[in-house]
C-alpha cells in the first residue's frame, strides 16, 4: 500500500555522458537540468515500485523543479523523492536534488500507477 511519507534516494556520478553539453540543453560541461530531472524521478519511481503489485509500475506525468547550482563532472549527485498525496492512482511527491550538502534544485513530481501490459498495448 502507498501512504505519504515512503521515500527513497538515488545517486550518480556526473560524466561527460549527463553534461548539459552532450545532452544539449545546454553548452557547458556541468549537470544537464534533464538527468538532474530523470535522477528525481527514479528516485520517486523507487519509493513506490516495492508497494505496487505484480505487473503495475508507475509512469511520470509531471514533474517541476528549480535547478540553482552547476555541478561538474566528477561530483556525486543525490535526488530524494518523498510521497506527499496518494489520490487513487495518482501519487504526489516532493522532490529535491543535492551535491554533498549543496542543495541544486526541488520541486514536485506527479506520477501514475498503470499496469504494464495495458499501457504499452496503446503504442
Request: charged share 25%; net charge negative; no cysteine.
Amino acid at each position: 500500500m502507498i501512504e505519504t511519507g515512503l521515500k527513497y534516494t538515488s545517486e550518480l556520478t556526473v560524466t561527460d555522458d549527463v553534461t548539459a553539453v552532450k545532452m544539449g540543453s545546454g553548452d557547458m560541461p556541468v549537470l544537464a537540468t534533464p538527468a538532474m530531472m530523470a535522477l528525481m524521478e527514479n528516485a520517486a519511481m523507487m519509493a513506490v515500485a516495492k508497494e505496487l503489485p505484480e505487473g503495475y509500475t508507475t509512469v511520470g506525468g509531471h514533474i517541476e523543479s528549480s535547478h540553482l547550482r552547476p555541478t561538474k563532472v566528477g561530483d556525486k549527485v543525490t535526488a530524494t523523492a518523498e510521497v506527499t498525496k496518494v489520490d487513487g492512482k495518482k501519487i504526489t511527491f516532493k522532490v529535491a536534488a543535492y551535491s554533498g550538502d549543496t542543495l541544486l534544485g526541488e520541486g514536485t513530481h506527479l506520477r501514475f500507477i498503470v499496469d504494464k501490459e495495458r499501457f504499452m498495448s496503446k503504442l
